[in-house]
T-cell receptor, first 116, second 113 residues
Framework: EPEVTQTPSHQVTQMGQEVILRCVPISNHLYFYWYRQILGQKVEFLVSFYNNEISEKSEIFDDQFSVERPDGSNFTLKIRSTKLEDSAMYFC??????????????FGSGTRLTVV | DQQVKQNSPSLSVQEGRISILNCDYTNSMFDYFLWYKKYPAEGPTFLISISSIKDKNEDGRFTVFLNKSAKHLSLHIVPSQPGDSAVYFCAANGSGNTGKLIFGQGTTLQVKP
């Protein structure tokens, strides 16, 4: 079964450093998403991306965050200057179309980001 | 922003019995609701969904019920199995056509053998 692959599985970084989280979506999918889950809290939407553009972003997704699809297969989330409160599990997801609920999206296993 | 709420953080049931997980929402504009299951160290996995124009959707052991007047949905698992032990998230489609999902806080289900 096709998978969404995320690397690394765990990243530790110092406060103020830049991090790039990487995702390889399912190959025929066109819509891409990033979500995050702070420990013990709910999964929160960060951004959706289609046709090389952000289609929606949340309040969390401020100027410190950016997304890119650099080479047609990878989908990256960059945090320019990490803060302690950015520590969370970050999930990438992809879908073939914008599902209206008939099927869910496919999520990756996540990258645990720890900012120290 | 508490548009989707799961008020029970945990639930424990005996193997073979019914598990009922509940979810409430506040936004009457949601048109689809989804349930995801999540094991530790894995991403959420889609389980079942329901359109806002229906009141029930069934898939094997899993049934989701929607009560629009009460803005409430529930997931029934019958019979429950130890492998069902996981965190269950209720989610709703955000407004617009961008694919955004709004999740509840999750309910940890433990099915005891």
């Amino acid at each position: 079964e096709p998978e969404v692959t995320q690397t690394p599985s765990h990243q530790v970084t110092q406060m103020g450093q830049e991090v790039i989280l990487r995702c390889v979506p399912i190959s025929n999918h066109l819509y891409f998403y990033w979500y995050r889950q702070i420990l013990g809290q709910k999964v929160e939407f960060l951004v959706s991306f289609y046709n090389n553009e952000i289609s929606e972003k949340s309040e969390i997704f401020d100027d410190q965050f950016s997304v890119e699809r650099p080479d047609g297969s990878n989908f990256t989330l960059k945090i320019r200057s990490t803060k302690l409160e950015d520590s969370a599990m970050y999930f990438c997801a992809s879908s073939e179309v914008v599902y209206r609920g008939t099927y869910g999206y496919t999520f990756g296993s996540g990258t645990r980001l720890t900012v120290v | 922003d508490q548009q989707v709420k799961q008020n029970s953080p945990s639930l424990s049931v005996q193997e073979g019995r019914i598990s009922i997980l509940n979810c409430d929402y506040t936004n009457s504009m949601f048109d689809y609701f989804l349930w995801y299951k999540k094991y530790p160290a894995e991403g959420p996995t889609f389980l079942i969904s329901i359109s806002s124009i229906k009141d029930k959707n069934e898939d094997g052991r899993f049934t989701v019920f929607l009560n629009k007047s009460a803005k409430h949905l529930s997931l029934h698992i019958v019979p429950s199995q130890p492998g069902d032990s996981a965190v269950y998230f209720c989610a709703a489609n955000g407004s617009g056509n961008t694919g955004k999902l709004i999740f509840g806080q999750g309910t940890t289900l433990q099915v005891k053998p």
